[in-house]
């Protein structure tokens, strides 16, 4: 009975919580309030809006006019480095003439929230129709900032999607309200990341609005990745963003109670603050990098491709609501097409090794097929990832995804090189005179590079702090990364881009989105970039463990392989496979190959990581979380 009584107090709430919604006298009152006090700053007066030229719109727009039905034509860009990811946006932004419409599954007030955001509010004061459709769950977690938001300009307008209690922000007894009384509504995230220019030109992939997406977080940055495209498929995502744009769960900012109430409360707002930056210097080079011709020539115009046939799919809203419905389903459907049509390869990069019941059975079968493709798999390890929960149940299945699919796993490592390198050619900031700045170096071209340390977190615009995971700590001191970039190869012909994580969350209750490109060049591009990733100084290799003591190994391994079956008390220490670190003098090998054994060395199945509780719940979650492997 008590049992019965904790789950009664939840559901009351919620039920109390679902009943107060903003009440329609409320709305339009704030909306008479906004009308009367928004913000009709403007900045230009001419018909092109002000544009600034930008050679990756007039590519986009060339490639359109070029197009037909039968042979459309795309300019595409992948998006590695975090540095040109965030200089195409802010290029993109200021060169829009019409429109720009933004999707994001997280968007914080740290240095790369509030950049955005205010190079869109300046988009909007010069004319240009803004649209932003962010997650509630870890977005704008300010309700005094949308109250702002709500009348910058009347040209931007904001909603949030799935506000289940209707609110800005989720604290934590709501949430746990929202997951007894409807999980299914709470649980479906729109996961979708969109950035789209004109109907011409669009940016998608696994990169939020949060610093350490653009590698200026302080301590802990991810790897990602975004593509670039401009053309006909533009148009597709334009119809993607119209569609969940006018769903019933995109809420306006008058609807959600709280931004509500602080409206009705103050119906003459301050001017729109002006902007602050931790670091201001690297905002101002990123600026200025985005009006550089020379920069964007080098860095993104001759990295793009010209090309044919281009896909953007996008899950619909209806995916968990109509869960049998096909075209519910069409990125997801897309992308587990692309695989089990593959021939001799498969080069997956992921940052959760959690695969869906359906991603399961077509590796199977692909293992099976005579000659089996070779699957490559790039992901976290338990010391670079920030998900500890969902590392836990793939180290569960270790043995499976080795033995029955057949995947060559690399997990990254926490300090790896690329990422490194990354982070450091994002915080150098060249100079030309000031030979005095802090950690200055001065290049043979007589410019000075200057390091900037990147950002923690901390208080934002309007003071808040937000909610993130951190990662175990380690046993090795430095500034870490984590993997984040979700990616496909296939037969090394064509790729995809996106923000599919090919977990049962992705499957069955986030929407996803991303580009399919047809075409060898590209997916050659791609598949390097993840094959970096696998590089002995970027990852260690899981591989079987071989027994030390013959019998006993042997009996250990039997154990093992009991333990790992059991949904509960899967608590053996010793499993099928452990980590292996490459040993001086040797080259790169396959687990397969009969050299493996003498160029590796094994160090551990958590490789770094210190005894820690983040140790001990991973073990805890590998021994009793099972059944909730749908829903980390």
């Not at 506000?163 to 800005?168: A, E, K, M, R």
């Not at 519910?328 to 459907?333: D, L, S």
């Not at 005579?370 to 500890?388: E, G, K």
């Not at 687990?591 to 805890?620: E, H, M, Q």
């Given at each position: ?42 900045t230009?007066e ?46 993109l932004i ?8 933004v ?100 940016i ?17 940055n ?14 597709e ?89 096909r ?33 399961r ?177 970027n990852?260690?290799?899981?591989a ?25 008390f ?63």
């Amino acid at each position: 009975m008590h049992l019965r009584g904790g789950y009664l107090i939840p559901v009351l709430l919620a039920a109390l919580l679902q009943g107060c919604a903003t009440s329609r006298a409320h709305i339009r009152q704030a909306d008479a309030i906004v009308a009367s006090s928004i913000d009709h700053q403007t900045t230009c007066e001419r018909a092109d809006h002000c544009a600034t030229p930008s050679p990756l719109l007039d590519g986009a727009d060339d490639a359109l006019a070029h197009s037909t039905a039968d042979q459309p034509e795309h300019v595409v860009t992948l998006l590695d480095d975090s540095e040109a990811a965030l200089v195409a946006r802010i290029n993109l932004i200021r060169a829009a003439r019409q429109s720009i419409e933004v999707q994001t599954y997280i968007w914080d007030e740290d240095d790369i929230g509030t950049l955005t955001l205010n190079e869109l509010i300046g988009a909007a004061r010069r004319g240009v129709d803004v649209r932003i459709l962010a997650d509630q769950l870890f977005s704008f977690e300010d309700p005094a900032l949308l109250e702002r938001l709500a009348r910058v300009s009347p040209n931007l307008q904001l909603r949030i999607y799935n506000p289940t209690f209707y609110n800005s922000r989720t604290p934590p007894l709501e949430f746990a309200a929202g997951l007894v009384c409807c999980f299914m509504r709470f649980n479906q995230r729109m996961h979708n990341k969109l950035l789209l220019v004109d109907d011409s030109i669009g940016i998608t992939g696994g990169r939020n609005y949060q610093d350490r997406y653009f590698n200026w977080d302080n301590d802990f940055n991810y790897v990602d990745r975004d593509v670039m495209v401009g053309g006909p498929a533009a148009r597709e995502m334009a119809a993607s963003f119209n569609l969940f744009w006018n769903l019933k769960r995109s809420v306006p900012l008058t609807h959600l109670r709280d931004v509500n109430r602080l409206i009705r409360n103050d119906p003459t707002p301050p001017p729109w603050p002006a902007p602050h930056y931790v670091n201001p210097a690297r905002v101002a080079d990123a600026q200025d990098e985005a009006e550089d011709p020379a920069w964007l020539a080098e860095h993104l115009v001759d990295t793009s491709l010209r090309t044919g046939k281009v896909d953007f799919f996008s899950d619909h809203p209806a995916k968990t609501e109509q869960p049998d419905k096909r075209e519910a389903r069409q990125f997801t459907a897309n992308v587990m097409r692309m695989v089990s049509d593959a021939h001799h390869e498969v080069v997956l990069q992921t940052p959760y090794l959690v695969m869906s019941r359906r991603a399961r059975k077509i590796f199977k079968r692909l293992h099976k097929d005579n000659p089996a493709p070779q699957i490559i798999v790039s992901t976290n390890s338990l010391a670079s990832t920030d998900a500890f929960a969902v590392y836990a149940v793939s180290y569960k299945l270790r043995k499976n995804y080795l033995t029955q699919y057949g995947f060559n796993i690399y997990e990254m490592k926490p300090h790896a090189q690329l990422a490194m390198d990354a982070y450091t050619q994002a915080n150098v900031v060249d100079e030309e005179d000031n030979e005095e700045a802090p950690t200055a170096e001065v290049t043979p071209d007589g410019k000075v590079r200057r390091r900037f340390p990147g950002t923690d977190r901390r208080p934002g615009l309007f003071g808040s702090n937000g909610r993130r995971n951190r990662p175990a700590p380690l046993l090795s001191a430095g500034r870490r990364f984590g993997l984040h970039a979700k990616s496909l190869v296939i037969d090394d012909t064509l790729a995809m881009v996106g923000t599919h994580n090919f977990d049962p969350r992705s499957d069955h209750y986030n929407t996803e989105a991303g580009v399919i490109v047809y075409d060898a060049r590209f997916a050659h591009q791609l598949r390097a970039s993840i094959l970096d990733a696998t590089q002995p100084q970027n990852a260690w290799v899981i591989a079987e463990r071989k027994p030390v003591i013959p019998v006993l190994g042997d009996i250990s391994r039997a154990i093992g392989d009991i333990s790992a079956k059991l949904p509960l008390f899967d608590v053996w220490p010793f499993r099928y496979a452990t980590s292996y670190e490459i040993k001086p003098g040797c080259g790169p090998l396959l687990p397969t190959d009969p050299d493996f054994n003498r160029c590796y060395a094994p160090v551990g199945d958590f490789p770094d990581v210190d005894i820690s509780p983040k140790l001990l719940y991973t073990r805890l979650i590998t021994a009793f979380g099972a059944g909730v492997t749908g829903v980390l």
